[in-house]
């Protein structure tokens, strides 16, 4: 597919007095892990928010897959994963699993299997029989991530995917981040941790709803003349201070 997966372009978003997206641009294409990082309030979820045409921009566009959001055949093509986890407490993780494989129409032959797969990755595989009420926070969480993946979508969106996963967890998960990517799918993922957006193939640095940076790790570790993204972070953001009065 030669068509970039979100096409974003200078899209500003407002609530009241307060502008939360200033003129932001960001272009997806297949087969990549794009990082959103900046601190909280930056700026992230709204962003995200409205990429899938859950909040309505207040300038600019945004297109998914070619096609201007919110529209409802493009949704079933994303797989979501939101910073609060929407589950079904009294149900177990295989029926949460079962019902949103349902909603996003997976053939049914097909959803035994990815229950399995995406069970797996997220390690739940012994669990999936227990309710979630008895789910600890990271459980839900990465109960949260296999959903997002259940109608094996071609984009993922995921907020904080990580929150509250171990390490060695979390090592597992992009290494299968990765493997999904190899397949062509793409990824946009925030995080507020700063070796995380390492793994990244190309990073948005977001602070006070702006830009203040785009390009892989390794070109903004240079452009910067520093050795971490979190130098590269410190640095775009005092010269934002600097250009706004802010010492
Ligand atoms: N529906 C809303 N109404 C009013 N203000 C909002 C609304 N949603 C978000 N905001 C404000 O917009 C700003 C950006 O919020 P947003 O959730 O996008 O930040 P974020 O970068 O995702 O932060 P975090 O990392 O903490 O999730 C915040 O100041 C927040 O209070």
Sequence with gaps: MSQNYVEARQVSKRFGQHQVLNQIDLTLPAGMIYGLIGPSGAGKTTLIKNILG???VDGGTVQVMGVTMPNRPVMAKIGYMAQSDALYETLTGRENLTFFGQL????????????????RLVNLTTQLDQRVSGYSGGMKRRLSLAIALIQDPPL??????????DPELRQQIWAELNKLKATGKSMLVTTHVMDEAERCDYLMLIRHGVALAQGTPTELKRRYQVETIEQVFLKAGRLQDANNGNY
């Design 54 to 56: 859950m909040e309505a």
């Design 104 to 119: 996003m129409s997976v053939p049914k032959a097909k959803l035994q299997q990815m229950i399995a797969y995406t069970a």
């Design 156 to 165: 993922l969106v995921l907020d904080e995917p990580t929150v509250g996963i």
